[in-house]
């Protein structure tokens, strides 16, 4: 066989593979996405208001402590702070960490709040960086905030729980509005008998909605093209992605903008793990861990009514920063606990969740971006055809527009949380339009991580905030 004979047949096992590829990982989505449907059905029935009204007279939930870490956040604080004190939950702390802010954070909280310095009475069961002051408010008895040195989210989180009284934390981030209701709904397996190690709940994209006292009290989808793709992006994730995972017994990621989790297991594994930048996702990986090796039968399910507005990027700059440092994060952890691939003694989570994360996550882009490739230089060559090439593009990109689309329409006969006709069709359109483009452009960002993980790479880089839109007066 000749060279060229070599190279064309080399193209064509490789474009066939890169086909065969993309088939399986987005038929696993739309399995997930079938699994997901009785999910959202049943949670959807469980969650009506009368039902929620019954469970804040009861005697059954948890009292909570909410964890706030906060990294420059001046701009976003005051409203996030006033949104977590008007929580209805009946039993609720609030521990706000002020992790070495170089802007006025502690400045605004300190004027907003009242807050008046007390003596450090706690345990420092957990190591963290050291605590400068703790903090009270004269208006509002359950807001604590620490003020430490640097050390970066999971240490934050790790001095909060060294705080927290209560058996149950939910971690948030401090540009985080959680709806009123959202605690309640989050504790409901409590009411359903459930024993649970943590809870996930949705999280939602905040830009362009108008904010008022702390509360999203209009969903609108934003205009501009790089945040409304990433909300059809937020839809697909969490309607059908993590809620699919519930039947399969393998969440491996609980979002660290919004989760629930019991204290006395994060304890036992030590708190988060420092120097991860995705400090959420280990977390998860090594409470599965906890559980198996020590026998103990507790679920970590993901509930999708319970929802936490956040906001996302709105420049290039900083959407690369973050999807470099997420999937830096997911080569790390699954590095570090790759003994839990296709291991019996870890359950659903070792031998599914794990190398469907090994497998269709972390190599997603790597083999994207070969397939692209090898499908443009095996037409150039005619090493494969032009309706190979078309099979390729619906198959790696048309696949995926389809299951946003039912993302979409999952949202559209469920929570509705988008009234407005007019978002409703852009997501329709944006469901189309987030492949083209958009996706391409994490593909990259996310191949950067490989490079930057290899090279000892651990910073987050500056995330920007432009602040959440205020209701018109």
């Excluded at 948890?62 to 008007?86: D, K, Y």
């Excluded at 006292?213 to 969490?238: I, K, M, N, T």
């Excluded at 393998?250 to 297991?265: P, V």
Aim: proline share 4%; net charge positive; with cysteine.
């Amino acid at each position: 066989m000749t060279a060229l004979g070599l190279v064309h047949r080399g193209l064509w096992w490789a474009d066939h593979m890169a086909l065969a590829y993309f088939l399986i990982l987005n038929s696993f989505y739309a399995f997930l996405l079938i699994l997901s449907i009785p999910e959202l059905w049943r949670n959807w029935r469980l969650g009506d208001d009368e039902h929620l009204q019954r469970l804040l007279s009861s005697d059954a939930l948890p009292p909570l402590s909410l964890l706030v870490p906060a990294h420059n956040e001046e701009v976003t604080i005051a409203s996030s702070v006033l949104s977590f004190l008007t929580l209805e939950y009946p039993r609720l702390e609030i521990i706000l960490v002020n992790d070495g802010s170089k802007d006025r954070t502690v400045d605004v909280l300190i004027k907003e709040f009242d807050l008046y310095e007390v003596p450090a009475a706690y345990p420092q069961t957990i190591p963290s960086a050291k605590v400068r002051a703790v903090y009270r408010s004269r208006r509002h008895s359950r807001l604590i905030v620490l003020d430490k040195e640097n050390g970066g989210k999971a240490d934050a989180l790790n001095a909060a729980i060294n705080v927290a009284r209560h058996p149950f934390v939910v971690a948030v981030d401090a540009d985080t509005l959680i709806e009123p209701d959202a605690l309640l709904r989050l504790a409901r397996p409590f009411l359903l008998g459930t024993s649970v190690a943590a809870v996930g709940a949705t999280i939602r994209v905040a830009n362009s909605c108008t904010v008022e006292l702390g509360r999203v009290v209009s969903a609108r989808v934003d205009r501009r093209w790089l945040p409304s793709c990433q909300v059809v992006e937020y839809l697909r994730a969490f309607l059908f992605g993590r809620l699919g995972w519930n039947r399969l017994g393998g969440n491996l990621i609980i979002s660290g903008a919004f989760g629930l989790f019991r204290r006395e297991y994060l304890l036992a594994i030590n708190g988060y793990k420092t120097g991860n930048v995705t400090e959420d996702m280990d977390v998860v990986v090594r409470l599965h861990r906890y559980l198996r090796e020590h026998n103990i039968k507790a679920e970590l399910p993901f509930i999708p009514d319970p929802v936490a507005w956040t906001e996302v990027p709105t420049s290039l700059r900083v959407l690369g920063r973050q999807r470099e440092r997420w999937h830096r994060g997911l080569l790390g952890t699954l590095i570090t606990h790759r003994d839990l691939c296709f291991n019996r003694k870890y359950g659903m989570a070792g031998m599914i969740a794990f190398p469907f994360y090994l497998f269709g996550e972390l190599l997603a882009p790597v083999v994207e971006l070969g397939g692209y490739i090898f499908t443009v230089v095996g037409v150039a060559l005619g090493a494969v055809d032009f309706h190979f090439a078309l099979l390729f593009f619906f198959v790696a990109v048309g696949y995926g527009s389809l299951l946003s689309l039912w993302a979409v329409l999952l949202e559209e006969l469920s929570f509705k949380r988008y009234t407005r006709r007019g978002d409703f069709l852009r997501l329709i359109s944006l469901a189309f339009i987030e492949s083209l483009g958009f996706r391409q452009l994490t593909v990259w960002f996310r191949l950067q991580a490989f490079w930057k993980y290899f090279r000892g790479v651990e910073s987050w880089g500056a995330m920007t905030r432009e602040g959440f839109q205020k209701k018109p007066t």
